[in-house]
């Protein structure tokens, strides 16, 4: 995984949230000089973790903001770069989700979540949505599709509704498995990007 910078709160959902799972075959420290040919090198765990948040950095992905309501009714939602296509029939994604976060409760909850899609010009918004500002719904416009659940209309290129088919828990993360029935795209979408611990634009060419 890998974030920006992080405040504290207790209750907040930060991210671009980054979950996966490392199979190790050299040094942590990856210097290919270290590879160990025919060992699988098991490294102490603090400089495992810290080389798999190397190696993840290095894979940029889009940013989305992953929204739901809480039993009362009131959204939720963080900013998540761990989305997967699973399957086009039926037309299934995933997304990675802290076990701990608010949002996965209300998505759970109400088994049904938004995909938004952040555009190269949504940056301050996912950045409040990763923060554990309390009032970040108050800060943007959204609108509540057929069933309530928020569309960030202003800062997605694309939004995917999904129904919750299933949802497994890998570590401090749930893995949340969405089969699609809408989707919104607008015309020529221009996504935002994070990687190498930064938010980037994707080209205009």
Aim: with cysteine; aromatic share 6%; proline share 8%.
């Amino acid at each position: 995984m890998h974030h920006p910078p992080r405040g504290k709160d207790s209750s907040d959902d930060r991210g671009p949230d980054r979950a996966g799972i490392a199979y190790p075959i050299a040094s942590a420290s990856l210097g290919w000089d270290r590879v160990m040919t025919g060992v699988r090198a098991l490294p102490e765990p603090a400089l495992l973790s810290a080389g798999f948040r190397s190696l993840m950095a290095a894979f940029p992905a889009g940013v989305c903001v992953v929204t739901g309501l809480d039993a009362d009714g009131q959204p939720r939602g963080m900013t998540c770069s761990s989305v997967c296509s699973v399957a086009l029939e039926p037309p299934t994604l995933l997304v990675c989700l802290r076990t701990a976060s608010p949002t996965l409760t209300a998505v759970l909850g109400c088994a049904r979540f938004a995909v938004n899609m952040l555009h190269d010009r949504a940056q301050l918004t996912a950045e409040l949505f990763s923060s554990g500002e309390p009032d970040r719904f108050q800060r943007v416009r959204w609108l509540g599709a057929g069933d309530g659940i928020p569309h960030l209309v202003d800062d997605a290129h694309s939004v995917a509704d999904c129904v919750v088919i299933a949802a497994h828990q890998v570590g401090d993360h749930t893995v949340v498995y969405g089969e699609v029935f809408g989707v919104a795209v607008q015309p020529a979408p221009q996504p935002l990007l994070y990687g190498l611990r930064r938010y980037a634009a994707w080209p205009r060419h």
